[in-house]
């Protein structure tokens, strides 16, 4: 039990080599109540978008969830019943799904043949963010795929007789729906002044004859509804007008530009009068404002508004930018609403906030909506996430054989408008060979004291006294260096923090690693910045007593420069491999992990890149990456943070196919699954004695390969893998009730 006390020691193996594949895993996480957070390793949540698509053509709504802070799509296959919620996560689906598109993604059904396609922003080097579409259609595996076909979406703008794009700012989320009931898919969206109107393109599919299937807008009224927003204060009121002939607190006149008019916008009838009504909220408002909406003389006229929507329930109350998403969630024919915070999609200076969803349940009465608020937490209470951004490290913390997490977040911003910036402490309680982890300090080593951004810590003996010390960077640049008072096989001690150590500072988000890079016996300081360079400052003194300067030996080591291909904020994480070959596996913005090499004896030399994505590991922006024997097989797992504040592992643990079932434990809840063979698509686990605990289900390859996964609720006596995607072949399922394992082959027929 005395393996994990040295983690940045040089490991003696190969991260990547054929003993040491990683492939990626899931872990059980526990609440401080000792719940099973079901959706532990999905990476986090902070400003969640949320529409439906039947991902596998089971006659299911499944749900996308796409990330704006993380820049990614999440699949969650629907496996409820009616008036059930209950969903899996369905990674396998992900890669439908152009991951890395900023800012929005809402699928769509816009040529009616009862398949989703797409509407999100495309984006590349050499194009600007614009508008796009893609048409869905399924393969010969009834898997949904998409075909792209619009890179930037344009209108016909009659006054000035021109096609020009259609423009959705940054943070904000148009209307994308038949806004006049003909069939076919329009969009509404705020104007790029600051006038506050909403400009309607009308899609003229149907008026020209080609149904629902086209896409051809034409800019039909820069006024939707004949009002505007109140730009005067920050508010989601509106200003209307109540006639087709003027529009409301008509700013055209006024000579000075106002508060700006972006805001986000989403449709539905709530009244059930046949005409559609809106919603619109804004960045720094915590409510919704619904516009109740008539036609006169065909044109939207906005006659009523409640501000604090829904007034004859509980009001729509996030920290900041609630949006609302009409859904069938609960799988009884009624559309509800999900209400996600978008705060986050205003980049860097954006919060994740406690409670990022809000459910609320219609059931309708004599046509008239009738939402009622149903929970505060969904998904995301059953996260892993600390905030915005995640910096694991491991250690062993309390001294008890089995390595913890501790994760730095960039910043949290709570529902009470409390910040905190601070290393989170998840203390592994299961076992040596099954880590399970739960949260234990929200402010680990009181780093919150410094009053500090985006702590990124990492742990290391740089006195030589056989205990891990702590340094952490911050957003500043600066350094802080806690010495653990207590000696080996102890549980960590420090003192209080202080700030500037050494009076070391380099550019913005310092990421530092203490590692022995120029061989010579002692640690020497590595520290990545925001500008996507590597600082590298040579220890001129001892194992036990280090001496670096403040200013680095070499600012720009490896030559590495991540603004060369757009991307930024270096995350470097060193290691020998078993040749004793230092090699550099470097996070950064972009959420890939770059491998580099040729590193020993060429600290002033140009680093080689060996891989530009190491495993295909994509979760999200600010990929922050970290290594570590999790489970006791004195070989490297890799932990990913991203910018939702979530974690992904990588697990190195050897797998094979059994001959017989393999029973680690008579006492095991879960017994032998059904039917095996399958032809089904679903698979049974039959489970006894309450399952009290919950588990993972695993399914993996002949090659170990992980293909499919399931967390397991306790008390879940009947839980179900859907299994529809797999080829025909031999896997293996593996059980996990982070106490004991069963391992049983699978046949898919």
């Avoid at 916008?265 to 005409?275: A, K, P, Q, R």
Wanted: aromatic share 12%; charged share 15%.
């Amino acid at each position: 039990m005395i393996k994990h006390i040295l983690y940045s020691f040089c490991w003696l193996f190969a991260v990547g080599s054929a003993s040491a594949q990683l492939n990626p895993a899931n872990y059980l996480f526990l609440s401080p109540a000792a719940d099973s957070l079901l959706f532990a390793n999905i990476g986090g949540l902070d400003a969640p978008q949320y529409s439906q698509a039947d991902f596998n053509r089971d006659g299911r709504a499944d749900l996308l969830v796409y990330d704006r802070v993380g820049r990614i799509a999440l699949t969650f296959l629907n496996v409820g019943l009616t008036n059930e919620i209950k969903y899996q996560f369905a990674p396998e689906y992900m890669p439908i799904f152009p991951q890395g598109s900023p800012n929005m993604m809402l699928a769509r059904d816009y040529n009616g043949d009862n398949i989703a396609d797409l509407f999100y922003i495309y984006q590349s080097l050499t194009a600007p963010a614009a508008l796009a579409v893609m048409r869905g259609s399924y393969d010969a595996q009834n898997r949904l795929q998409f075909t792209q076909i619009i890179n930037s979406v344009t209108s016909f703008n009659r006054l000035f007789n021109l096609q020009e794009e259609v423009f959705i700012a940054n943070p904000d989320i148009p209307i994308i729906d038949d806004i006049d009931g003909d069939g076919d898919m329009d969009i509404a969206a705020f104007t790029l002044d600051f006038t506050g109107n909403i400009m309607y393109y009308e899609n003229q599919s149907v008026e020209r004859g080609f149904g629902a299937d086209s896409l051809i807008f034409e800019l039909e009224s820069n006024c939707l509804g004949q009002f505007s927003k109140n730009t005067i204060s920050v508010t989601n009121s509106v200003i209307t007008s109540g006639r087709t002939d003027s529009c409301g607190g008509n700013p055209f006149w006024r000579s000075n530009p106002r508060h700006g008019a972006s805001g986000s916008l989403s449709c539905f009838d709530f009244d059930g009068d046949g005409v559609k009504d809106f919603t619109i909220s804004d960045a720094g408002i915590n409510a919704v404002n619904e516009l109740t909406n008539v036609i006169i003389n065909d044109t939207f006229v906005t006659i009523n508004q409640d501000t604090q929507f829904p007034a004859y329930n509980v009001p729509i109350n996030l920290f900041s930018y609630p949006v609302p998403y009409f859904l069938d969630i609960d799988n009884n024919g009624s559309k509800d609403m999900l209400v996600g915070n978008n705060e986050g999609a205003l980049g860097p200076t954006g919060y994740a906030t406690d409670s990022s969803t809000l459910v609320y349940l219609n059931n309708p009465t004599a046509g008239l909506s009738n939402f009622a608020l149903h929970s505060r937490d969904f998904i995301h209470a059953q996260t892993v996430d600390v905030g915005n951004e995640a910096h694991p490290a491991i250690a062993d913390v309390n001294a008890d054989g089995l390595p913890d997490l501790i994760v730095g977040n960039r910043i949290a911003m709570r529902q009470n408008g409390n910040r905190s910036a601070s290393l989170y402490l998840f203390l592994n309680v299961g076992t040596d060979t099954s880590p399970v982890f739960q949260l234990a300090n929200t402010n680990f080593a009181n780093i919150s004291s410094l009053n500090k951004n985006n702590p990124y810590p990492h742990f290391a003996d740089i006195n030589g006294d056989g205990s891990l010390d702590l340094i952490v960077g911050f957003e500043d640049g600066t350094l802080s260096l806690l010495i653990n008072q207590n000696g080996a096989n102890l549980p960590f001690l420090y003192p209080n923090p202080v700030a500037n150590y050494n009076s070391i500072g380099v550019g913005a988000s310092a990421a530092p690693q203490f590692f022995d890079l120029d061989k010579d016996g002692d640690y020497d300081l590595a520290v990545g910045e925001n500008s996507g360079t590597v600082n590298y400052f040579e220890n001129t003194g001892t194992a036990a007593n280090p001496i670096f300067t403040n200013s680095p030996t070499n600012p720009f080591l490896g030559q590495i420069s991540l603004n060369v291909s757009g991307s930024f904020r270096a995350y470097p994480f060193f290691q020998p491999d078993s040749a004793g070959n230092t090699q550099l596996y470097l996070g950064n913005y972009f959420g890939n992990i770059i491998k580099m090499g040729n590193i020993d004896n060429n600290l002033s030399g140009k680093f080689d890149t060996l891989e530009t994505n190491f495993l295909n590991h994509y979760s999200g922006a600010y990929a922050a990456v970290t290594f570590g024997d999790l489970d006791n097989d004195s070989l490297p797992d890799m932990v990913v943070g991203n910018s939702r504040g979530g974690l992904n592992f990588y697990s190195s643990r050897s797998r094979s196919i059994p001959i017989n079932i393999i029973d680690f434990s008579a006492d095991l809840d879960f017994r032998p699954p059904f039917p095996n063979p399958n032809s089904t698509g679903q698979l049974n686990i039959p489970c006894l004695l309450n399952n009290p605990n919950g588990g993972v289900a695993n399914v993996y390859n002949t090659i170990g390969q992980l293909m499919q996964t399931a967390l397991i609720a306790p008390y879940d006596n009947n839980p179900n893998i859907n299994i529809q995607n797999l080829q025909a072949g031999v896997y293996m399922l593996e059980i996990d009730d982070s106490q004991t394992r069963k391992t049983y082959k699978i046949v898919v027929q």
